[in-house]
């Protein structure tokens, strides 16, 4: 399977790429990866399915996944919804993140499988999803302070993926190959 390769930049006014999606059509995403760390929360709906490397996920409201940099990753959306998806998409540059954790390097957020964590990691989990539909509400008025808003809800966001759901990486030899092709590629 071939897969293409995204870059991804910034809304402007914004730490990282941010979208809110709301519609009831079929979607289709075909499989790509990029450095970036993609968060998708889905607010209302479900997502049919999520594949990140290998893995499908079919979502729920109130889900969070995190697409690990470099993991391919396609979406599949159907149309025979009785009600409008609500989603969020989050998705931090990677030169970003290790500005601000210099060990992310090293590691990846282990969000995907909650029946795994701990009560202090359910809390965090709540918490998140908290502040992702404060950023959905943020995303959808007109304020003058929208993106002071939405930059501290990133931050936030952001703030509790790598205080709780942040592990050492298991396949770290093969990422840091990936990591040196994408430089070279780059």
Do not use: M
């Amino acid at each position: 399977e071939v897969c293409q390769h995204e870059v991804v930049n910034p809304n402007q006014g914004l730490l990282s790429f941010l979208y809110v999606h709301n519609g009831q059509e079929t979607t289709y995403i075909e499989p790509h990866w990029h450095r970036a760390v993609e968060l998708s929360y889905t607010s209302r709906g479900s997502i049919d399915h999520f594949y990140i490397a290998g893995e499908n996920f079919q979502t729920t409201s109130g889900q969070i996944l995190v697409v690990n940099t470099q993991d391919v990753h396609s979406i599949r959306v159907l149309n025979y919804k009785k009600e409008p998806e609500l989603a969020l998409t989050i998705i931090y540059p990677y030169p970003f993140l290790v500005g601000q954790c210099n060990t992310i390097n090293h590691c990846q957020f282990d969000i995907n499988h909650p029946e795994t964590f701990s009560e202090e990691q359910n809390q965090a989990y709540k918490h998140l999803q908290d502040i992702l539909e404060g950023i959905i509400l943020d995303f959808q008025t007109d304020n003058p302070q929208k993106n002071l808003k939405l930059n501290l809800g990133i931050l936030q966001v952001l703030d509790i993926l790598v205080t709780s759901f942040l592990v050492d990486n298991k396949d770290n030899l093969h990422k840091n190959n990936r990591l040196q092709i994408a430089e070279r590629i780059k």
